[in-house]
């Protein structure tokens, strides 16, 4: 039986202001009435990655080939159906979210993340969180991976948000097929963390996706979007998640994704709630 808990897994829309991504601004929100006894409102520059998103399968394409499931280019436009978020608003993405928590992982061992340093982590700590946290990952799981780095840029002064900017340098997983096979392996249905990129940024030089993705330095966007069609969320607000995780060592719970219902959209705010 649930506590009937609920957490919002989403950063306010203009949270992230500077924003990491020069080309995500902040939306901007206006409020007009046609009379003096109502409201209305609208956003201007509201780009849909800039806060708490998902990445849908139109987002990367495989270079030189075509995007997911080999939907061709023409059918990427707006109001058309193929590949768009909408079909996650039709049919929310609900299941068993799993919070693994890789913030806690490498403070236990002695080993913080340096957000400010953007490590790159490798995806064997998937196991070790699992492990440490007493869990199983199941096939069809909403993997959520706590890093800290979104609560870290955001409580960061101007002097370090400016630099991590500048240098585009951002925790992440390390460009690798080892993440790739983890996720295949455990049959996961989506993969949220609280990070800009999920991968590692700026690329690794060892990547093995510099000669697939030149247009990226080698990125593995294109591996796990538009081969493997797997939902990425990027920059999840699961501080409030974690820290009743914490405090309870409960670390999974009803998690319910649906984005906006924009037909043909490439990506959305993740609209994520979790129910304990």
Not at 11 to 40: G, K, N, V, W
Not at 253 to 271: D, I
Request: glycine share 10%.
């Amino acid at each position: 039986m649930g506590r009937g808990a609920v957490f919002s897994l989403d950063y306010s829309l203009t949270a992230f202001d500077p924003p990491m991504s020069r080309s995500r601004s902040a939306p901007i929100h206006t409020i007009t009435c046609a009379h003096e006894q109502s409201r209305d409102d609208s956003l201007n520059g509201f780009f849909l990655q800039a806060s708490s998103h998902l990445d849908g399968l139109r987002h990367r394409r495989v270079s030189g080939f075509g995007f997911y499931d080999g939907t061709p280019d023409e059918a990427i436009t707006p109001n058309a159906a193929p590949l768009g978020v909408h079909a996650w608003a039709d049919e929310p993405i609900v299941g068993r979210g799993l919070l693994l928590d890789i913030d806690g992982l490498f403070s236990d061992e002695g080993t913080p993340l340096d957000h400010r340093e953007g490590p790159a982590i490798d995806a064997g700590v998937l196991d070790r969180a699992a492990a440490r946290q007493g869990c199983t990952v199941t096939p069809g799981d909403l993997i959520l991976v706590h890093t800290g780095w979104a609560s870290w840029y955001l409580n960061a002064g101007p002097a370090d948000q400016g630099d991590v900017r500048e240098r585009r340098c951002a925790t992440g997983f390390a460009q690798s097929h080892d993440l790739l096979e983890w996720l295949w392996d455990n049959r996961i249905a989506l993969f949220a963390t609280d990070t800009f990129a999920v991968e590692v940024l700026p690329v690794l030089d060892g990547s093995p996706f510099l000669e697939t993705a030149p247009e990226d330095r080698g990125m593995m966007h294109q591996e796990l979007i538009a081969k493997l069609g797997v939902p990425l969320g990027e920059l999840w607000n699961l501080e409030m998640l974690v820290a009743d995780s914490r405090e309870t060592g409960t670390w999974d719970a009803l998690v319910v994704v649906k984005p906006l219902a924009l037909l043909g959209g490439v990506g959305s705010p993740c609209n994520a709630t979790a129910i304990r």
